[in-house]
């Protein structure tokens, strides 16, 4: 399979733990971004990497919250001293650079107790 | 800014049509983008417009109108498996990240 991945597919921590999530893009795309999705709602950007470049962060990435992509291929993202409000669906999307298409990983839904 | 804005829910039958509508305000225009999500999945891509007029695409057609700041996303022959959300969605800035509207749940129902 040559799509977009993530893992885990479902994370469940207690509250003030740290968690960290893994994403693994098409293979060609050097254009990685996390969007976080709650109940009811569409997908929020979060962060995007240009290879290993961190160009963009949203306003809704607090200091708890960290990405990598350290060699241009696969992604990270840490959430240190997790809050209930972090539960959400953490998608992942890559793209080719001038292409507008993004292609979606299957998410990782964190809960937090 | 972005502003999007679609129906909450909609439902039809199955065998029907259904248009689901989009509405935006963007600083800038660079096309429009629908996705669907079944519950607990991803979005997967369904249409990209950049020019005014209808795309069709097998059972699936998506409509823009630039100067109206409108789009459609016009479903036929509905399955059941067309029960999910609909997104609309707008890349912003120059790094193209998707804004997307809260999504439009659709219920087909026999």
């Known amino acids: 399979d040559t799509g977009v991945s993530q893992d885990p597919r479902h994370k469940i921590t207690k509250r003030g733990q740290n968690v960290t999530f893994r994403c693994d893009p098409i293979?060609?795309?050097?254009?990685l971004y996390w969007y976080r999705q709650t109940l009811g709602q569409g997908p929020e950007f979060l962060t995007y990497?240009?290879?290993?470049?961190?160009?963009?962060k949203s306003r809704l990435l607090s200091d708890r919250f960290s990405a990598e992509r350290p060699k241009g291929s696969f992604s990270t993202l840490e959430i240190q001293r997790t809050e209930q409000g972090d539960s959400a669906m953490y998608l992942c999307?890559?793209?080719?650079?001038?292409?507008?298409?993004?292609?979606f990983g299957p998410g990782t839904r964190l809960t937090v107790l | 800014g972005q502003n999007i804005d679609q129906p909450t829910e909609m439902t039809a039958t199955e065998g029907a049509i259904v248009q689901i509508n989009c509405t935006y305000q963007?600083?800038?225009?660079?096309?429009l983008f629908w996705y669907q999500q079944h519950a607990g999945e991803a979005p997967t891509f369904l249409s990209y417009?950049?020019?005014?007029g209808l795309e069709e695409k097998g059972r699936f057609s998506s409509f823009l109108s630039r100067s109206k700041g409108y789009s459609y996303l016009l479903l036929k022959e509905l399955q059941m498996k067309d029960s999910a959300s609909y997104l609309c969605?707008?890349?912003?800035?120059?790094?193209?990240?998707?804004?997307f509207g809260a999504g439009t749940r659709l219920a087909v129902h026999p």
């Open positions: 963007t600083s800038g225009f660079n096309g």
């Open positions: 969605a707008v890349p912003s800035g120059g790094y193209n990240k998707l804004i």
């Open positions: 417009n950049v020019l005014d």
């Open positions: 293979s060609e795309h050097n254009r």
């Open positions: 990497f240009q290879n290993e470049a961190q160009l963009e």
């Open positions: 999307a890559s793209s080719l650079a001038g292409a507008y298409e993004q292609f």
